[in-house]
């Protein structure tokens, strides 16, 4: 009787991890740029400001990519994941390369994204800062974010949305870059996500 109940209770321990490994375990890519595109981005057509809650929205501009996710991080303290719930470290290009990706050590934290190598980098630094970015993204949806938090590290997705700044009624304001090729504070990306696909 004993040996039948730890049976079940280690099937059930296997099916478990599986489970747990399959749904939230990073997703492995051979050699080469999955995701060899570069963002686009276009003006946004005139629209009115988009209101969430106690915020306002205004478009920035139109936004699309398809990346590979190198990180992903929830929030859950402070103002802007009132707005933002989760950042997404994005890798394009040469930073969807699983060889690139091997050589580097990365991390999210504090809503910035960090990379780190020894010796020598495995492709130019200005490479790497410019074909990955951290990204906070805003769901248009809870359906949305359901899909945003159950996506993996190592999966490639594309994001359709706009960038914007948020304003809320005492002054405080949180702006998206427009461009790829800044880094430090104020570089990362403000996305209203308004639609995702996962590969």
Known sequence: ????????????????????????GEVQAGPGQIAPGEPIQNRASPSAPIHLGDYRLEPLANFEIEARVLRTENYRLGREAELSPLDFALGW???????????LSISQGGRFYYYQWQNEPPIPAHEIATQSAN???????????????AVRIGQVVRIRGQ???????????????????????GACELIRVESLSIR
């Open 1 to 24: 009787m004993l040996g039948i109940r730890l049976r079940w209770i280690l099937l059930v321990l296997v099916l478990f991890g599986t489970w747990r490994y399959f749904s939230s």
């Open 135 to 149: 990204m906070h993204l805003i769901p248009a949806n809870a359906d949305i974010e359901a899909r945003l938090k």
């Open 93 to 103: 290009g040469a930073m969807s390369d699983s060889a690139v990706l091997a050589e």
């Open 163 to 185: 960038l914007v700044e948020a304003r809320a009624r005492d002054g405080w304001i949180w702006r998206s870059s427009l461009t790829r090729n800044d880094t430090g504070a």
